[in-house]
Every structure is written in C-alpha cells, then in structure tokens.
C-alpha cells in the first residue's frame, strides 16, 4: 500500500499525464452495422425496416413496396424496381432504413462504407444516404447516382446551400467503394470526406450536425432527379446490395449491388 503522503505527491503528475494528448484513453471503435446484415430475411430486418422512415414515397415515380426488398441469395439484399404504369406512381420499387439512428458526438464521428454496382441510365435513382430525424435539412447523400453517367456527393445545410461534386462513375458493371468518414470539427460543425475507390474525392462541411440524430436510407426511387422517362416493359430493374462477392448476371444498367456495408462508430 502507498502512503497517503505518496498518494498526495503524485496527484499532479497523474492528473497531468492522463490529460495529454498522447496518453488519452481513447475508445475503441466499435461496429454498429456488420457486414453479415444482408446474409438473411432475419438479419436484414434485424438491422434495416422497409421502406423510409416517413412511409412509402419520396420525390419521385416508384411507390415502395416490402416484397420488392428481397433477399434473393446469402448476403445480397435485392430492391426491383418494376414497371407497372400506374398514373400515381408508375414504379413498385424497394427501400430500406437503418433501425438504428446515427449520431456525430462531440470529438467524436462515424464511418459510412460499402461497395457498389450501380446503373448510370436514365429514370434510374439509386442512392446511399442520410437525412435528419426531427427536421430536413440536413442531408448528406454518400453516394447518389442520377441517370447522368455520374456519382454525386452531395451535402444540404439548406435548400440554397449545398455543397455537391459529381465525378464520372468509371465502369458501371464493375464493383466500387465509397466511404464517407463523418467527423467533428468543433464541437458544432462536421467535416465530411467522400472517397471513391480509395481516393478522396471531395471534402464538404455540414452546419451544426454535432448532437443531430441521422437516418441511414438505402434506395431505389426512380425518374425525379434522375430524368424521364425512366424505363418501361415487364421487366425488373433489381437494386441488389451484397455483402460477399459477386458478379451480376444481368444488365448491369439496371442494377445496384451493395457489399461489404458497414457503419463504424468513432465517438468517444
């Protein structure tokens, strides 16, 4: 046992190494979302609800519908967006939300990442993204593609300010990562870098985000921002999201595969 006395003496330097930079215990990063979500209808509904938060339509043709979210295969999850010519909404399409709702703490932040195949053609409006809970904006879209031959960062403070970068999406049949690494600034304001195969493409800032709860959305709307018309005929233009390897074998124009997903926690 040390002496009171000894115990008093060394306070200070205690107290001083603890609080370095160097010598903080920082926590550990922790998975929030894993990359096995999409093995199984189970563990799909484990992690992920159908449809969007607010209901089954959002800014475009396709109603959503829950048997057009399917898990066709261990670890892909497959959204059809499928034509039916209604005069309401032309599409029944698919989409899927987080359970779980996201939060950038102060010091603190969250990583966003999966791999995609995703259609370029036009009425084709996948997207990856994150929108606020109690109020819109904000919005940060990880990853959207608009019938343009792009990929779009984007990132919504307002209806008039945002921040948006759009580069070609380099051959679309192929699979490509995106990550988005959310991150405190202030104690206020979060950076956001946006990377595309490992590069960093673009760095946006998002007012006040610190503390704001976030909806994690993953989707197959179709036309609005993509363009119209959007395709027509009988057939299905499936949005499939995986999480082990794969190779589609069907027209890659009308296909979104997601694998590897995950959402990383780096809050204190």
């Keep these: 046992m040390y002496s009171a006395g000894f115990l008093l003496a060394a306070l200070p330097y205690l107290t001083s190494a603890l609080a370095g930079g160097k010598h903080k215990l920082a926590k550990r990063e922790s998975t929030l979302i894993p990359s096995s979500c999409f093995d199984s209808t189970s563990s799909l509904t484990e992690y992920f609800n159908y449809n969007y938060p607010w209901g089954d339509t959002h800014n475009g043709a396709a109603i959503m519908k829950e048997a057009q979210s399917v898990i066709a295969d261990s670890g892909t999850l497959t959204l059809n967006a ?27 932040g969250l990583d966003f990442s999966a791999e995609f195949i995703a259609p370029v053609a036009t009425g084709t409006w996948p997207a990856f993204w994150l929108n606020g809970v109690n109020s819109w904006p904000p919005e940060i879209d990880i ?5 343009s031959g792009d990929i779009s960062f984007n990132t919504f403070n307002s209806s008039s300010e945002v921040e948006a970068k759009d580069v070609d999406y380099p051959s679309p049949p192929d699979f490509h990562k995106v990550l988005a690494e959310l991150r405190d600034q202030d104690g206020s304001n979060v950076s956001i870098n ?22 994690l959305i993953i989707d197959l709307q179709m036309e609005g921002s993509s363009g119209s018309p959007g395709p027509t005929g009988s057939e299905c233009f499936p949005f499939l999201l995986k999480q082990r390897n794969f190779e589609a074998d069907t027209d890659s124009s009308h296909v979104i595969s997601i694998k590897n997903l995950e959402v990383i926690d780096k809050n204190p």
């Excluded at 989409?95 to 603190?108: L, N, P």
């Excluded at 990853?143 to 019938?147: D, F, P, V």
């Design 82 to 108: 499928t034509y039916t010519g209604a005069s309401d909404y032309a599409y029944d399409s698919g989409t899927v939300y987080a359970k779980q709702q996201f939060t950038i703490e102060a010091s603190g």
């Design 143 to 147: 990853a959207e593609w608009k019938g």
């Design 194 to 215: 946006f990377y595309l195969d490992g590069a960093l493409v673009t760095t946006q800032y998002a007012s006040g985000l610190v503390g704001e709860p976030l909806n």
